[in-house]
C-alpha cells in the first residue's frame, strides 16, 4: 500500500496531520480503495463505549474525499450524500475506512465509504462529487467557501 501525501497545513479535523484534536487519518492507497485504519478513544464517545456518530461521520466524509481525490487528482465540492449507521461503533476497537469509486460521469464521480469494525460493516456514506474545471467553478458552486492556500494547491486555476 502506498501512503497518501497530506499537506502539513491541512486542518482537517478527519485527517489533518497536525490539528491535535482531530483524528489525524492516514490514507492508503490500495489498489483502486483508498484505505486508513484508527482506533477511537474514548474522548470521541457518545454512550458509554459507542462513538459518537459526529465522528463517524467525519471519518466516512474524509474517506469519500480522499477517494475522490486520489481518483481525480483535485477536491471537489459534495453535491450529495447520504450516510446509513448498521450497528453501533465502539470506541477502544480498531476499525477499517475503505473507500471506493462506485460510477463517475464527466462531471459527477459517485463514492462509496464503508467504516468496518471487526468484519462488520457499521456505517457507510456515499457522496456523488462534482468535477470543476477550475478555483473560479468551486468558488461559484460554493460562495461560502474561503478557498485557502490548501485548497488552491488541490485545485486547477
Not at 71 to 93: A, C, Y
Not at 132 to 157: G, H
Amino acid at each position: 500500500m502506498e501512503e497518501l501525501e497530506n499537506d502539513p497545513e491541512n486542518p482537517c479535523f478527519g485527517c489533518g496531520p497536525n490539528n491535535p484534536k482531530g483524528l489525524r487519518l492516514k490514507f492508503f492507497r490500495d489498489g483502486t480503495r483508498v484505505v486508513a485504519e484508527t482506533t477511537l478513544g474514548k474522548e470521541y464517545s457518545a454512550w458509554p463505549g459507542q462513538a459518537h456518530g459526529g465522528v463517524a461521520f467525519a471519518a466516512l466524509e474524509c474517506t469519500c474525499q480522499w477517494t475522490f481525490y486520489t481518483h481525480v487528482g483535485q477536491v471537489g465540492p459534495t453535491e450529495r450524500f447520504s450516510m446509513d449507521f448498521k450497528s453501533r461503533i465502539l470506541v477502544g476497537k480498531p476499525l477499517r475506512l475503505v473507500g471506493r469509486v462506485k460510477r463517475e460521469t464527466p462531471r459527477i464521480v459517485s463514492v462509496r465509504a464503508e467504516l468496518i469494525q471487526g468484519r462488520t460493516v457499521r456505517a457507510f456514506m456515499e457522496q456523488d462529487i462534482r468535477v470543476v474545471k477550475d478555483r473560479k467553478e468551486f468558488a461559484r458552486l460554493r460562495p461560502s467557501v474561503e478557498i485557502t492556500d490548501v485548497m488552491a494547491k488541490n485545485l486547477p486555476p
